[in-house]
């Protein structure tokens, strides 16, 4: 099982829909989780972060966390064709000598069609 | 207010060569990881440094080595390149150890040949 999974994609959703990016994680221990969008030649950006239980908003994206089921979601308002990216989900978690280590999924890829 | 710099943009080498990638960090930040993200993957964690020394590091050989300097800049050096070293190659920073939002530089593209 992989420690971090999402659905590759590519997720098509129309202009002004809402867009939803589903990742499921393996370690129970994980304690942060965050969202990054990634265009096509560039790096990560961070876009949204959710360390608790619930739901995250900030503007037209909401992140939502279930530890139980170990399930991080993000949901984007109003999809704009400037959202067309891939969505990495990442989950944070002791590692040694006091540090902490991010490891990734692979990555949704997400088309937004005018 | 600078975000986190790499340098070179690209790179390109050829196998059994060595390369150094250089990083300086978001300011107010003092800890910073590499990882190495290959066409169509999630970046892979490399390792990471805080108070200049190397506090983790994750599934890649020895031939994968770096340091921090005084001024929390780093350096990862790759020696005896292989053809599977060519990847987009990102560091990121955060305001200490723990468990806080690190965030990506540019990258550096190398290409191994």
């Known amino acids: 099982q992989k420690e971090v999974e999402q659905n590759s994609g590519p997720l098509s959703v129309p202009e002004g829909a809402i867009a939803s990016l589903n990742c499921t994680y393996s370690d129970r221990g994980s304690q942060s989780f965050f969202w990054y969008r990634q265009y096509s030649g560039k790096s990560p950006e961070l876009i949204m972060s959710i360390y608790s239980n619930g739901d995250k908003e900030d503007g037209r994206f909401t992140a939502q966390l279930n530890k139980a089921s170990q399930y991080v979601s993000l949901l984007i308002r109003d999809s704009q064709p400037s959202d067309s990216a891939t969505y990495l989900c990442?989950?944070?978690?002791?590692?040694?000598?006091?540090?902490?280590?991010?490891?990734f999924g692979k990555g949704t890829k997400l088309s937004v069609i005018p | 207010d600078a975000g986190v710099t790499q340098s070179p943009t690209h790179l390109i080498k050829t196998r059994g060569q060595q390369v150094t990638l250089r990083c300086s960090p978001k300011?107010?930040?003092?800890?910073v990881s590499w990882y190495q993200q290959a066409l169509g993957q999630g970046p892979q964690f490399i390792f990471q440094y805080y108070e200049e020394e190397e506090r983790q590091r994750g599934n890649f050989p020895d031939r994968f080595s770096g340091h921090q300097f005084p001024n929390y800049s780093s350096e990862l050096n790759v020696n005896a390149l292989l053809l599977g070293d060519s990847a987009l190659y990102l560091c990121?920073?955060?305001?200490?150890?723990?468990?806080?939002?690190?965030?990506f530089g540019p990258g550096t593209r190398l290409t191994v040949t």
């Open positions: 990121a920073s955060s305001p200490g150890q723990g468990g806080y939002e690190q965030y």
């Open positions: 300011s107010g930040h003092d800890t």
């Open positions: 990442a989950v944070m978690k002791r590692g040694g000598a006091g540090s902490y280590q991010l490891t």
